[in-house]
Each structure stands twice: as structure tokens, then as C-alpha cells.
T-cell receptor
């Protein structure tokens, strides 16, 4: 059973389109994250939600809108896609007050904007 | 500020030890982590160290923490070709009562025969 699953795994689209990436975790965690990994493999946090509430928002353009319908899901919607949005987007989850603060990552969604 | 730095590349011969180094900025980090990313995959936690420790050993992995210099290292003994991957150092940082992980740029480890 996959612990943190993201769909789609690959997404190719044109500039200006709107797209969504979905994430689900079955670990019973209460906190979920979106990270962006650029072509140089640099990994940067974008958002974090705890029990459906936004707790971290790292200066991300408002074209990016996360939505958490419940604590097991965190989706990412991107409007008016730009070339610079091409990256791998990783979802992750953790449990507040857990032993180590470890994040569990999904396998990533590779977005290519043409 | 938030900054975790690592060298970008390391090449070792199979059977040798690999040492990957990292420096971080937040002296209040409670935990420091090493994650491994294989091609086309997500990040997997290799090991972590609590900030009041200076060493942790887990089979072939040894983590050393120098809190005074904010320096973290990962040593892999008897490196194998299956260890070829990108290794990310990360520090924990509390923001608004919640923990977030700040990652370095990753060190690409290449193991050759």
C-alpha cells in the first residue's frame, strides 16, 4: 500500500493552461506539504496544511492554490501556467509532535510546461 | 536565515567510504536529517540525529554532528553501486509552532567499480 500517493506522475501542458495535482496519504498524519524540486534538484517548501488549515505559505505566486478537503488530502491547483513552473512537485506528510519530525514523501509529479 | 549547504558531487570507488558534508544555519534545529533520492523517485529518510547527540551509527551509516560549527556529515562505509543517488541534508525549523524541513541542494554520489 502506497503511503503518500500523488497523481498524475507526469503532466505535460501548454503555457497559460490550468492544471491540478492531487495527493493522498493513508498514514493517519495530520500535516501535509507541497515541495517544488527544480531542474537543479533544489527542493523548496511551498505550502503546509495541518488538519485542513494552512500553516505555511512560502512566498508562492497566487497562481498556486492548495486545497485540503480533509487531513488525508492536499491538492495543488496552478492557474495560468508559466515555463518556470516546470519542475517536480513532491507531496509529503508528517505527524505533529512525532518522534523525529520526519516527512514521508510521495514519488513526485513531473510537470512540464511547453 | 534559512540556508543548508552541501557540495554538489562526490565520486567514490566501490568498497571505499563516502563522506558527505553539510552546513546549516539554524542553531535551534531540533533534528537534522539525511534523505536519499534515487532517479525518478521521491525522497526516503535514511537517518536523522537529535541535536543533543554528536554521533549516530546505523549499520553502514555514521552521522556526525558538530553543533558549534553547525556541521553535519554522513559517512557510508563500504559504498556499493546501489548507494549511487542524491543525498539531501535537511534541518528542522519551527515556524508558527509547526515544523518545516529546509533542504540542501543535494549531493550526487556516483559509485564506480
Amino acid at each position: 500500500d502506497t503511503a503518500v500517493s500523488q497523481t498524475p506522475k507526469y503532466l505535460v501542458t501548454q503555457m497559460g493552461n490550468d492544471k491540478s495535482i492531487k495527493c493522498e496519504q493513508n498514514l493517519g498524519h495530520d500535516t501535509m506539504y507541497w515541495y517544488k524540486q527544480d531542474s537543479k534538484k533544489f527542493l523548496k517548501i511551498m505550502f503546509s496544511y495541518n488538519n485542513k488549515e494552512l500553516i505555511i505559505n512560502e512566498t508562492v505566486p497566487n497562481r498556486f492554490s492548495p486545497k485540503s478537503p480533509d487531513k488525508a488530502h492536499l491538492n495543488l491547483h496552478i492557474n495560468s501556467l508559466e515555463l518556470g513552473d516546470s519542475a517536480v512537485y513532491f507531496c509529503a506528510s508528517s505527524v505533529t509532535g512525532g518522534k523525529s519530525g520526519e516527512l514521508f514523501f510521495g514519488e513526485g509529479s513531473r510537470l512540464t510546461v511547453l | 536565515g534559512e540556508d543548508v549547504e552541501q557540495s554538489l558531487f562526490l565520486s567514490v570507488r566501490e568498497g571505499d567510504s563516502s563522506v558527505i558534508n553539510c552546513t546549516y544555519t539554524d542553531s535551534s534545529s531540533t533534528y537534522l536529517y539525511w534523505y536519499k533520492q534515487e532517479p525518478g523517485a521521491g525522497l526516503q529518510l535514511l537517518t536523522y540525529i537529535f541535536s543533543n547527540m554528536d554521533m549516530k551509527q546505523d549499520q553502514r551509516l555514521t552521522v556526525l554532528l558538530n553543533k558549534k560549527d553547525k556541521h553535519l556529515s554522513l559517512r557510508i562505509a563500504d559504498t556499493q553501486t546501489g548507494d549511487s543517488a542524491i543525498y539531501f541534508c535537511a534541518e528542522s525549523m519551527f515556524s508558527g509552532g509547526y515544523n518545516k524541513l529546509i533542504f540542501g541542494a543535494g549531493t550526487r554520489l556516483a559509485v564506480h567499480p
